[in-house]
């Protein structure tokens, strides 16, 4: 295990463009990241580092050597605690990266309304390229887990990542706020993408962060961090790759015919909420007749990771680290957590009352930026 303290060399990769689509001449020849941002303290993730030892027991069984590097992102008062965690799984090529040593904005945009700790987590799935050289990089969280084999073949049929489609219309407000900051359409009608686990180009990260830059006239991440509106990692990507024409390059529908799994099981496999979970629901995981490769069971559940183990242990080896949880830090009090989603709320409002009116403004026409790719519509990918 390596404690990043800069950036690794470049990976090399013999790539062949066709008819605009990246191919590469041998699958095994194409490089695989994984990125994960862990955080264990806090009243929603202090059982992260178990879900965690399911996670990497999974992957060891369902996926030895996927991975070139399994990349841990953690915060600097967390870290010797999941590094002494994370040195017992010596089969994994893991490497952790200090988050306060790579996100300055996030030592600057502080305030209660300006930073919710999921967001927190998805600008750092945006700043993959920033670690890697990889062309790409699956993204997990620790509540997801491996239920069949898989490969890196599987994952990037030639040369082009599975991307997993979901209805836009399941979150619309995701979709809007995120073409809103890129000036885009946010195309509801055309195939929306699913969220993590997810593999992304690292090209197509880019576009998102010059779009962002092009349109907001500031660094991406503080974009992000002052829109206080509900973007997500995964609209805004798929929105710039399609602007930028980049979608079918690097990548190929999950329900393609040259797609031979799915990087998600059916939702209804998965386990997003507490409503209906049983013992039945959690063998479903790894018995259901589905093509999905991962599944996800939400903290939120209220699901312990032992309970999800013992199931999973049916049906491949889980290992468990004994740790120690990290002492609980001084929680606030009801009436500080009301006046934090009060600020937030408040500056929301002003965010977007600001925005409709630079919109009104215009007409509600979208504008043409100089830097960045031409907004285009995109083929169908179906």
């Known amino acids: 295990m390596r404690i990043m303290a800069g950036t690794t060399p470049s990976i090399a990769s013999c790539a062949v463009r066709n008819e605009d689509v990246v191919t590469y001449p041998r699958p095994d020849g194409i490089s695989l990241s994984g990125l994960l941002p862990l955080k264990v303290s806090g009243r929603h993730y202090g059982d992260n580092l178990a879900r965690l030892d399911l996670l990497f027991s999974s992957l060891i069984h369902f996926g030895p050597g996927l991975l070139d590097e399994l990349l841990v992102v953690v915060r600097a008062d967390e870290a010797d605690h999941i590094g002494r965690h994370l040195a017992e ?81 399941v979150h619309r407000g995701w979709w809007r706020d995120s073409a809103d900051l890129l000036d885009v359409d946010p195309g509801l009608k055309r195939p929306g993408m699913n969220v993590t686990p997810a593999v992304l180009s690292t090209a197509v990260l880019g576009e998102v962060h010059d779009r962002l830059e092009a349109v907001g006239g500031a660094p991406w991440m503080d974009i992000l961090l002052t829109s206080y509106c509900d973007w997500t990692e995964y609209s805004l990507y798929l929105l710039a790759g399609e602007r930028g024409r980049l979608i079918e390059r690097h990548h190929v529908w999950a329900d393609d015919p040259v797609a031979r799994i799915h990087l998600h099981v059916d939702p209804g496999v998965s386990i997003w909420d507490s409503i209906g979970t049983s013992p039945a629901r959690l063998k479903r995981l790894f018995t259901a007749d589905d093509p999905g490769a991962f599944a996800v069971v939400q903290s939120s559940t209220g699901l312990s990771a032992g309970a999800v183990a013992a199931a999973a242990a049916d049906h491949f080896p889980v290992r468990t680290i004994p740790t120690r949880p990290l002492p609980a830090a001084a929680g606030r009090s009801k009436f500080a957590e009301r006046a934090r989603l009060a600020l937030r709320l408040a500056a929301q409002w002003a965010y977007r009352s600001r925005r409709g009116v630079r919109r009104l403004a215009r007409g509600w026409r979208y504008r043409r930026h100089a830097v960045g790719s031409p907004q285009v519509e995109p083929p169908s990918t179906r």
């Open 89 to 169: 799984w010596p089969q994994l090529p893991l490497r952790v990266i200090v988050e306060d040593e790579h996100f300055p904005a996030f030592r600057r945009f502080t305030r209660p309304w300006q930073m919710r700790p999921w967001q927190r987590q998805q600008i750092i799935k945006l700043n993959a390229p920033a670690f890697t050289a990889a062309p790409f990089v699956l993204m997990l969280d620790p509540d997801v887990v491996a239920r069949r084999p898989i490969t890196r073949e599987l994952l990037v049929p030639g040369g082009r990542a599975i991307l997993e489609p979901e209805p836009r219309g």
